[in-house]
């Protein structure tokens, strides 16, 4: 089975400060690793997702994130933060064929004005 | 916007009762997928459907169970509702196995 590890519960980070949203996971196969944002009272929209190739993944919204083998990890960053960017952020992974994500508890970003 | 639609966006129900939920996917959507959110969690897998048949479930109990129908709307229904039951509910559904899944904005149900 896999597993997720979102570091940081809560992010305050000032407006155009970049900001860097942890996370780390665990798995006994190959996966693919993902992030999603989620405004209030709304459902999951992606930022990006790594399925192969260049390990630094580049998104919507400015965001960014690297895959880390080694390390297990897939933090997510952006060089400056906006107000709208104020929002939870959840890391995904799925095994490799199995269409099936693992969410981490998420990670509620508030950007301070 | 959204190409996913659910319905109701809002719900509250007794417990022991029984709940329909329902999503309405785009054209050409295959697979559906259905996550429990519960508040301050990360979603988790209820299960998947591919051209109308389960292939892939979670660790829920029997009596949360789907349906998915050929004009790419599904039904997530739960019988026998406890209080825990209370929780966003997202369909998710995708035209391939990229993983370009769409999410709805979900039902929020809420057992008294």
């Known amino acids: 089975a896999q597993s997720v590890t979102q570091l940081d519960s809560q992010v305050p980070v000032f407006e155009e400060a970049p900001v860097e949203l942890r996370c780390n996971y665990s798995?006994?196969?190959?996966?693919?690793l993902f992030w999603y944002v989620q405004y209030p009272n709304q459902g999951l929209q992606l930022l990006l997702k790594?399925?192969?190739?260049?390990?630094l993944v580049k998104g919507i919204n400015g965001f960014e994130a690297e895959f880390n083998k080694s390390q297990t990890s897939f933090h997510l960053r952006k060089p400056s933060v906006h107000i709208s960017d104020t929002a939870e952020y959840f890391c995904?992974?799925?095994?490799?064929?199995?269409?099936?994500?693992?969410f981490g508890t998420g990670t509620s970003l508030t950007v301070i004005p | 916007e959204t190409g996913v639609t659910q319905s109701p966006t809002h719900l509250i129900k007794t417990r022991g009762q029984q709940v329909t939920l329902r999503c309405s996917s785009q054209?050409?959507?295959?697979?559906v997928s259905w996550y429990q959110q519960a508040l301050g969690q990360g979603p988790q897998f209820i299960f998947q459907?591919?051209?109308?048949?389960?292939?892939g479930r979670g660790n829920f109990p029997p009596r949360f169970s789907g349906l998915q129908f050929p004009n790419y709307s599904s039904e997530l229904n739960v019988n026998a509702l406890e209080l825990d039951d209370s929780a966003l509910y997202l369909c998710?559904?995708?035209?391939?196995?990229?993983?370009?899944?769409?999410f709805g904005s979900g039902t929020r149900l809420t057992v008294v």
């Open positions: 998710a559904s995708s035209p391939d196995s990229n993983y370009g899944y769409t």
């Open positions: 798995s006994s196969v190959s996966v693919y």
């Open positions: 790594y399925l192969s190739g260049s390990t």
């Open positions: 995904a992974v799925s095994a490799l064929g199995r269409n099936q994500f693992y």
């Open positions: 054209s050409g959507h295959n697979t």
């Open positions: 459907y591919y051209r109308e048949e389960e292939n």
